[in-house]
């Protein structure tokens, strides 16, 4: 090895860090303590407790925006339910699936995913999907049982291969004569449940519970309960937990951002070499942190959506300097269309855009509101939500990806 690669490692491995353990706060970490989930956490033990005494519980659908601890709640509850029946000596268990992941890509994948975790194996490929159906009622009839199926980020399950396979699992009981099954389905999508078949709607929406997003106190408590496990005593200034806690409460409540923020936070202050997280590495951070998450989602936009983004952007730049009224969405109708003949894609309707743009809102990509116009009635204006500095970046990214 190079020698000044070579020192390089090695001072690395000297060099004074900020964090005692930096995988407190990483995605995969589970934490011993949920703190102001105490109601959402009774409401599902009160659901789910009927299992102990084999009595099936109700389906469950557990809805709430990105962050607000809808996964580490469920699965602390379901985890200390699961020990509880062990020492009674019932036969309960809970499979978990991420359905963003690929495992849940598609109904085969899916159920044969199930099938191996209850140590069935299935050929990745193959075999007719009511074949795998069939496997996975015979393993699961293999002895009396009661079967918990979670299915995280439900919401992709539908975008990737519609409700059919919901309408079959929320059916399932009748297949089964030893056993049962009970869904819990966890959305950030707040109405997926009415755009689902109704019927699906009703069995799988039996019961529901809503995570509503934190405050920036209850962040602040959750940041600091954290931080003692991952950073040295006094290694960060005061009042960084409670600026975070402060910025994430603000932008929709999200504590897993906030906890991002603290650790990219730590990295910047460890890459200094200084012994203290400091307010201005707080500010780095949110900087990098806003960049890469509005970046990630232009990129990620459907080719429609980047299409009407890219209109705001072009009328936007034009009006930034100078005029304080926003545009309207007749506007921006009006530039999507133009756009849309020059790279040949099929304009959608007005109101679709409407939609699109109320998308971008939520997202925190546009701010929209309301203008009286005086005696002429009041009137929507939109403008771009992100900083200047990274319009030219965006403008870049969606021209490639328009004109490609
Ligand atoms: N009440 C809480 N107490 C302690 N940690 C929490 C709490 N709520 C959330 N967290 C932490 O915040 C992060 C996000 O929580 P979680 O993954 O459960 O959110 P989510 O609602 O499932 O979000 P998404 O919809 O994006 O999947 C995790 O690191 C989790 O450990
Ligand atoms: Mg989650």
Redesign the pocket.
């Known amino acids: 090895m190079e020698k000044p690669l070579k020192i390089f490692f090695q001072k690395f491995l000297q060099k004074d860090t900020v964090f005692l353990s930096k995988s407190v706060l990483n ?1 995969g ?3 011993s ?5 105490d109601k959402q956490v009774q409401e599902i033990a009160h659901i789910l407790v009927p299992a102990l005494k084999m009595e099936k519980p109700s389906n469950l659908f557990v809805y ?1 925006k ?8 469920v699965q602390k509850v379901l985890t200390d339910l699961v020990e509880v029946a062990k020492e009674q000596s019932v036969p309960l268990r809970f499979l978990y699936v991420n359905c963003k992941l690929g495992r849940a890509d598609t109904e085969y994948r899916l159920i044969a995913y199930f099938c191996r975790e209850l140590g069935l194996e299935v050929p990745g490929t193959g075999l007719p999907t009511d074949e795998v159906y069939n496997m996975f009622y015979k393993v699961v009839e293999e002895k009396k049982q009661m079967l918990i199926l979670v299915l995280d ?1 439900i919401d992709q399950l539908v975008f990737k291969m519609g409700d059919d396979v919901l309408y079959t699992l929320t059916r399932v009981n009748s297949f089964l004569k030893n056993s049962t099954i009970s869904i819990i389905g966890i959305s ?1 999508h707040v109405r997926l449940l009415d755009e689902i078949d109704s019927r699906i709607k009703s069995s799988l929406g039996e019961e529901n519970i809503v ?1 509503s997003p934190y405050d920036a106190n209850q962040i602040k408590d ?1 940041l600091l ?1 954290r931080a003692k496990l991952a950073f040295k005593p006094s290694a960060i200034e005061n009042g960084v937990i409670e600026k975070c806690a402060a910025i994430a409460g603000r932008e929709h409540g999200d ?2 951002r906030a ?1 991002d923020l603290l650790r990219i936070s730590g990295e910047l202050a460890d890459r200094e070499g200084v012994e203290r997280l400091t307010l201005k590495h707080l500010d780095a951070a949110q900087e990098k942190l806003e960049k890469d998450r509005v970046l990630d989602l232009v990129s990620s936009q459907p080719k429609q959506h980047q299409c009407v983004l890219y209109s705001l952007i072009l009328l936007d730049e034009k009006i930034r300097d100078y005029e304080k009224d926003g545009l309207n969405t007749g506007q921006v109708y009006d530039n999507y269309v133009s756009l849309c003949r020059n790279i040949n894609l099929r304009p959608l309707t007005q109101r679709r855009i409407s939609d699109i743009l109320s998308e971008f809102d939520n997202l925190g990509l546009i701010k929209s509101f309301v203008r009286s116009k005086g005696r002429f009635g009041r009137s929507r204006e939109i403008r771009l939500a992100f900083d200047n500095s990274l319009v030219i970046k965006t403008q870049a990214i969606l021209k490639d990806s328009l004109e490609a």
């Open positions: 995605i970490f589970t934490p303590n949920i703190l102001h989930r709430g990105s962050g607000t601890g809808k996964t580490v709640t980020e950030n995570f959750i309960d504590a897993r906890i």
